[in-house]
Nanobody, 114 residues
Framework: VQLQASGGGLVQAGGSLRLSCVAS????????MEWYRQAPGNQRDLVARITSSGDTNYVDSVKGRFTISRDNAKNTVYLQMNSLKPEDTAVYYC?????????WGQGTLVTVSS
């Protein structure tokens, strides 16, 4: 499985971005898909998760602002990010999880200016 993330960029505080992550292969629809982020000097932390059935979970700091979704026909998971804050600045990574199998994408940089 290969994951290709895109959609990052520079945005002012209060703005929006939508990240996309396209997966290769034929296990996307049965995989849990996740978005992580890593700010400079920090560990990589889970931001949002969506199961194969569409159940979602979010870290408290993004609840009400970020929305994770998936399109199984396009093998794509999205992260809609609204009301962005400078503390959301990080490299965002997508990850695919199926049992013990875990695959990472290459990351896309999100920079939020104040």
């Amino acid at each position: 499985v290969q994951l290709q993330a895109s959609g990052g960029g520079l945005v002012q505080a209060g703005g929006s971005l939508r990240l996309s992550c396209v997966a290769s292969g034929n296990i996307f629809r049965i995989s849990v898909m996740e978005w992580y982020r890593q700010a400079p000097g920090n560990q990589r932390d889970l931001v949002a998760r969506i199961t194969s059935s569409g159940d979602t979970n979010y870290v408290d700091s993004v609840k009400g602002r970020f929305t994770i979704s998936r399109d199984n026909a396009k093998n794509t998971v999205y992260l809609q990010m609204n009301s962005l804050k400078p503390e959301d600045t990080a490299v965002y990574y997508c990850r695919s999880v199926l049992g013990p199998m875990k695959y990472w994408g290459q990351g896309t940089l999100v920079t939020v200016s104040s």
